[in-house]
């Protein structure tokens, strides 16, 4: 089981307590992973010392910052206790630790706290685990240059059970994936066009969309009453499933929906 929440958070208290309910709920429902987006953290020690401070026990830590500001900032989360099995539990990659992070020139800010994957053995298999958050602006070129840049990040781990998870902020298919108020238009649809890079990046990892998966096994994804949005525009008219799942084609994906925000 894996929980997936962009925090929206500024390494505040207010921050803090989302991760602490966050844990409380995990353990609540036996969840084995949590992936956070945007802590916003400013020491790659925050969510350690978070953990301590609410007396959370059993939780190995990988976490990835933007020291340049208060931005991005990717964290995962395992489970180490003996229920879930997981051995060998090791970070496999974090972007403000790695000589081929991605950088766009155009952002003085800084560019990392966007990606960090880990690996653990349950049994004798092995899992991979991928957190993403990706750019946010409207800038296409910016996004193209994104998952280009990470289209072959972990398709050496193919072979594995490979989970890509976390805030895409880009759609697969503008129809399904977006709700708004009032019609799509031609120029609506223009500006809207799946993004060929992200497309490359999902084929180039074997990796499929958990949730329609999920859809398409119940024999319910042409069912509008499923479909499910993450996202909810500030302007209310805007709804999107920016925070998806996917997972190797060898993985039974089982998707449920957990609103950590009740």
């Not at 950088?103 to 298999?125: E, H, L, P």
Request: some cysteine; hydrophobic content about 35%.
């Amino acid at each position: 089981k894996i929980i997936t929440w962009n925090l929206a958070g500024a390494g505040t208290v207010a921050t803090a307590y989302k991760i602490d309910k966050a844990i409380e709920e995990a353990e609540k429902l036996r969840v084995n992973v949590l992936v956070f987006q945007e802590t916003k953290a400013t020491s790659i020690e925050w969510i350690k010392s978070t953990i301590r401070k609410y007396d959370h026990q059993g939780w190995k830590v990988f976490e990835c910052i933007n020291k340049s500001a208060r931005r991005n900032g990717v964290a995962i989360l395992i489970n180490t206790g003996n229920a879930s099995g997981f051995k060998d539990i090791k970070e496999v990659y974090a972007d403000s630790r790695s000589d081929h992070s991605w950088n766009w020139d155009k952002d003085k800010k800084g560019n990392t706290g966007r990606v960090i994957a880990a690996s653990f053995m349950q049994g004798t298999s092995k899992y991979v685990i991928g957190c993403f958050y990706g750019p946010s602006s409207g800038d296409i070129e910016e996004k193209a240059s994104f998952y280009k840049h990470y289209s072959d990040l972990l398709k050496q781990y193919n072979d594995d059970n490979l989970i890509l998870c976390g805030d895409w902020n880009t759609v697969e298919d503008p129809e399904r994936d977006v709700t708004r108020i009032g019609e799509k238009d031609e120029n609506w649809y223009n500006n809207h066009q799946p993004l060929p890079e992200f497309m490359e990046f999902l084929v180039n990892h074997l990796v499929v969309d958990s949730y329609i998966m999920h859809e398409i096994e119940k024999g319910e994804l042409d069912d509008d009453e499923t479909r499910s949005h993450t996202f909810e525009h500030r302007n209310g008219t805007y709804w999107a499933r920016l925070d998806r799942f996917y997972h190797s084609r060898l993985i039974d994906g089982r998707i449920e929906l957990i609103n950590l925000n009740k």
